[in-house]
């Protein structure tokens, strides 16, 4: 009797799997869909689909066999019979729960696909003249508005938002400085009032109340009523004083209107409401901090003009690319004795250095901003950056770096377009090999991260396609390189996998693969004889897949015969490798000092039941006390970023970067001290 190919083996028990799959799926989105939303208006049925939509999404990020997730059957099929035979294991619940999620994601967007389309139309002459969408102020992707509607509405928003901040910052810090002129101790005042924005105005307020109560012992508020604005809205609005993200969907003429009026009225007190107010404070905030690193106090507060920096920096850079530019064409085009093959070799070169610079630019939006057309957004981002981020200098770097690779860039593609008539510097022969490779990989035994990696770089491919204004290669030379070595990392994988296979299972695969390159060789000669296109070619990936496998099925041919052996070492005497731990909490110093020091956490209510309980402005908190600690010779003088780290993981507080001296932590060092002096180590 004659074996069939592994996929065939399996395949009546996929069918099921599949299928079981498919009902699963169905019968949730009843359950928790269709009879949810059954008698609901179109906008809370949109809310209620979203919801559980974002479920399915935190699910899918977390399942441990994504390969599952939302492919064809032939994928699926092919990846579940490689890892039952390779692997020797069923993963039949697995499957089955990996592809219910990626069908019931279909179909729950299936829904919300029906659902967008209901959505009543809003324009931007609707937006100013008052209309409010909730769709659009609820919702990240959900509304129905025109492209160049909806970049108007954005452009308002970020605009009046910028405007409104603007406003407040310059009066609050003029204010500031005004007041310090008639004081003896003006640093000393801007460090309490900075404390109290780090140390008092923490993440972990929720009632309204006291966040009020605290933020009026700030001297902005002597002379502003900070009781006017709503419990509510200051705090769902509050965390934006903490974090990265904004709220632009929420605002709209309606709801800005009396800060816009009294910026018209030229009104002097904070004109911000309960949706700009932490926008403001978070700056001033960072204003205080330059302040105690040495800025001025008494320097005027002022913003530059944008639109004037930006192109002050194309014209600085400008200026300095012309000389590579000049080089460029001098190399190719004044001098006779260069070979055809010099100059492709040169501009490559030249070309792979330009790659090199781009992928190297963090924010990859720059060049989406850099388009003719994109003018007043990059404009408006720039903007963002400087008043809200505080990061002008940095994006104004990237964005020298950006113009700069814009303009070579295109100045090697298109000389060398001239110069050969080729749209493509690379590739003519295997132009789709990394779909190739796609393909191929799925032929062998996928990892979480390896499949994550396929998929995220397909999409990252797809948009930075559309939105960025470099030439084409810098993303297809980008795109095939991660393929190639995603491919040879799964081959090494599959190496692995194979050395520890059940020999016969072993024999199944490879010979199952093999026949089917040999078909698809089959195939494609065919069609090449019929289509000129193709005859040239290049088949490298699968005919290494092939090689490979080939050189697997000889090893196996070549010693069948030979009995099993297996390695007996003599017994020697066990080497411990163990190398005493150094660098944590548990073992820099003894027990005795591990409990001081976590007391004066908790004492200092830095810490909660051993838990960090403050927010993250307050992590210099911890520096402080370490200082202390260390000056008053309770630790070991390792380096403060060592001990800083050991600490914050005992307490499990996450820290991304080394703590820098900071008012927090200075004061904590104080009050670490004094309580050392009062309660001191035996």
């Known amino acids: 009797m004659f074996n069939k190919p592994i996929n065939n083996i399996v395949k009546e028990h996929f069918k099921i799997m599949r299928k079981t799959a498919k009902q699963k799926a169905e019968k949730d989105f009843k ?299 001098d190399f190719c085009f004044n001098n006779e004795a260069i070979t055809s093959e010099q100059k492709k070799e040169y501009l490559r070169a030249k070309f792979e250095d330009e790659i090199d610079a781009y992928n190297k630019i963090k924010d990859k939006r720059i060049f989406f901003f850099l388009r003719d057309e994109n003018e007043n957004l990059l404009l408006e981002n720039l903007r963002f950056s400087y008043i809200i981020n505080d990061s002008l200098d940095e994006v104004l770097d990237e964005l020298k770096k950006a113009y700069r690779i814009l303009n070579v860039s295109w100045e090697i593609s298109s000389i060398f377009f001239e110069l050969f008539d080729s749209k493509t510097m690379y590739y003519k022969k295997d132009s789709g090999s990394h779909l190739m490779i796609h393909s191929l990989m799925n032929d062998m035994v996928l990892d979480k991260d390896d499949y994550n990696e396929l998929h995220s770089s397909m999409d990252n491919f797809f948009e930075r396609l559309q939105n960025d204004s470099v030439p084409l290669d810098i993303h297809f030379v980008n795109h095939r390189n991660i393929y190639i070595r995603l491919f040879e990392k799964c081959i090494s994988r599959l190496q692995e996998v194979l050395d520890n296979a059940e020999p016969s299972n072993k024999v199944l695969y490879i010979q199952t693969r093999l026949k089917e390159l040999r078909q698809r060789e089959l195939r494609f000669r065919t069609i090449s004889e019929r289509n000129e296109e193709f005859e040239d070619k290049e088949d490298k990936y699968p005919n290494l897949f092939k090689e490979f496998l080939s050189i697997e099925a000889e090893f196996i041919k070549e010693t069948v015969q030979i009995s099993p052996i297996t390695f007996l070492p003599n017994q020697t005497k066990s080497i411990s490798l163990v190398v005493e731990e150094t660098d944590s909490f548990k073992t820099f110093v003894n027990q005795e000092k591990q409990d001081y020091i976590l007391k004066i956490l908790e004492d200092l209510a830095i810490t909660k039941d051993g838990v960090y309980n403050l927010g993250d402005r307050s992590k210099g908190t911890i520096r402080g006390v370490i200082e202390a600690l260390r000056e008053e010779h309770i630790i070991p003088k390792l380096s403060l970023k060592k001990l800083c780290d050991m600490v914050a993981n005992q307490i499990n507080l996450v820290l991304k970067s080394k703590l820098d001296w900071s008012t927090t932590s200075d004061n904590y060092k104080k009050k670490a001290k004094q309580y050392i002096k009062d309660n001191p180590f035996h």
């Open 31 to 329: 359950v928790n869909i269709l009879e949810k939303i059954d008698g609901l208006d179109d906008f809370q049925k949109l809310k209620l689909c979203v919801a559980e939509d974002d479920k399915i999404r935190l699910l899918k990020n977390e399942d441990k066999h994504p390969y599952y997730i939302n492919n064809s059957d032939d994928w699926l099929l092919t990846q579940f019979a490689n890892r039952y035979f390779l692997l020797n294991v069923d993963e039949t619940e697995e499957f089955i729960q990996s592809v219910y999620l990626g069908d019931y994601g279909s179909l729950i967007f299936k829904e919300i696909d029906r659902l967008i389309k209901k959505i009543p139309k809003l324009t931007y002459e609707d937006f100013i003249a008052g209309v409010q969408c909730e769709y659009l102020e609820t919702f990240e992707f959900y509304y129905n508005i025109e492209k160049e509607d909806y970049y108007e509405i954005s452009k308002w928003q970020m605009n009046v938002l910028l405007d409104i901040v603007q406003y407040d910052v310059l009066n609050v810090i003029r204010d500031y400085q005004k007041y310090c002129k008639t004081i003896d101790n003006p640093i000393n005042f801007i460090t309490n009032e900075l404390s109290i924005l780090e140390e008092e105005v923490i993440e972990t307020i929720t009632d309204a109340t006291a966040l009020k109560q605290i933020l009026s012992k700030l001297y902005i508020f002597k002379n502003n009523d900070i009781s006017k604005y709503d419990n509510d809205l200051l705090l769902e609005n509050y965390p934006l004083f903490f974090n990265d993200e904004n709220n632009y969907r929420k605002l709209n003429p309606e709801n800005l209107k009396e800060p816009l009026n009294n910026i018209s009225n030229d009104v002097k007190n904070i004109i911000s409401n309960e949706l700009t107010l932490f926008y403001v404070l978070d700056t001033v905030l960072k204003w205080m901090k330059s302040i105690i690193k040495g800025k001025s106090l008494l320097e005027p507060f002022e913003y530059i003009d944008l639109k004037k920096k930006i192109d002050e920096v194309k014209g600085e850079t400008e200026n300095e690319y012309q000389k590579e530019i000049e080089e460029l064409n």
